[in-house]
């Protein structure tokens, strides 16, 4: 079955440093997403994105995050200068289709914790 | 931001009997509804969605009814088992707005009993 996968696990870094979490989505799917859970919370939206640009972002996507797709297979999230509240867990997602209904597959996430 | 709303954090059920899973949301532009399984390390799974414009939709052992003018929706899974054990989070979609885009309640954890 396809699956979204994400590297690292885990990743930590010192504050103010800058992090790229990788993911690559299922090889059919159009649309990609980010999103985050602080532990304890909820999942909350990041950004999504398609044909090779931003369609939509949270206020939480502020200008320390940026999203790219380099190579057509890998989507990256990088966090400019990471700051202590940025530990979270990060979610890579994609669905097939944008506005129609189609489930978005997400991967295992990647913990990153800053310190 | 609560516009999607799980009041009971945790729910304990008997193998076998059936396992009840509300959600109830605040925003009326939100069009599709859907409910993820998440196990521990692991992403959310995608179980099951209904639109707006369905009340009930049904997956094998698992349903979810909507209640349009109650704001709730609800998961049943019948019969439950040991392997359900996870947390339950339901999500919301704006009308409008890329499929991807969910809001998310804040989970409940559900524990089948064998």
């Known amino acids: 079955e396809p699956e979204v996968t994400q590297t690292p696990s885990h990743q930590v870094t010192q504050m103010g440093q800058e992090v790229i979490l990788r993911c690559v989505p299922i090889?059919?799917?159009?649309?990609f997403y980010w999103y985050r859970q602080i532990l304890g919370q909820k999942v909350e939206f990041l950004v999504s994105f398609y044909n090779n640009e931003i369609s939509e972002k949270s206020e939480i996507f502020d200008d320390q995050f940026s999203v790219e797709r380099p190579d057509g297979s890998n989507f990256t999230l990088k966090i400019r200068s990471t700051k202590l509240e940025d530990s979270a867990m990060y979610f890579c997602a994609s669905s097939e289709q944008g506005l129609t209904n189609t489930e978005a597959f997400f991967g295992q996430g990647t913990r990153l914790t800053v310190v | 931001d609560q516009q999607v709303k799980q009041n009971s954090p945790s729910l304990s059920v008997q193998e076998g009997r059936i396992s009840i899973l509300n959600c109830d949301y605040t925003n009326s532009m939100f069009d599709y509804f859907l409910w993820y399984k998440k196990y521990p390390a692991e992403g959310p799974t995608f179980l099951i969605s209904i639109s707006s414009i369905k009340d009930k939709n049904e997956d094998g052992r698992f349903t979810v009814f909507l209640n349009k003018s109650a704001k709730h929706l609800s998961l049943h899974i019948v019969p439950s088992q040991p392997g359900d054990s996870a947390v339950y989070f339901c999500a919301a979609r704006p009308r409008g707005t890329s499929y991807g885009k969910l809001t998310f309640g804040q989970g409940t954890i559900l524990t089948v009993h064998p």
């Open positions: 090889s059919n799917h159009l649309y």
